[in-house]
């Protein structure tokens, strides 16, 4: 016994126009508060310097950690393999100049000591990276 006539055409209608403005506009939201920044994975607090500069960037990057641990464009290297990756380096790029960041932490004997390393591998000019002094 079926007392309900029954409906023809269509059902229920659900308007979702308006949810996906609301989404569009969360999207867009985090699209413009998100910052997208290259960020190393290797942590370091540089030293600061009142005449810190910025300086054009060159293909190799060389990290030095308060660990002492040697890190060449991101890729931990040891110090005995370091001269010949940066033979290499070198060579295929032609570029005379590496930048140098040191933790504030790290000995002086090892920034020296990683100094010479780069001088001795081709390298003619070391520049070592600061953060700006504070106001």
Known sequence: MNFLPQR???GLIINITSLIDVMFL???????????KNQPAINLVLPRAATATETPTTPA???????GDIYLNEEHVSAEELPGLLRKLQADTGEDSIVLRADQKAEHGDVV??????????????SISARPAAP
């Open 8 to 10: 023809k055409g269509r």
């Open 26 to 36: 969360l999207l867009i939201f985090f699209m413009v508060s998100s910052t997208f």
């Open 61 to 67: 990057v060389l990290y030095l950690t308060s660990s």
């Open 113 to 126: 000591a990683l100094i010479d390393i780069v001088k001795k591998s081709g390298f003619s000019r070391v």
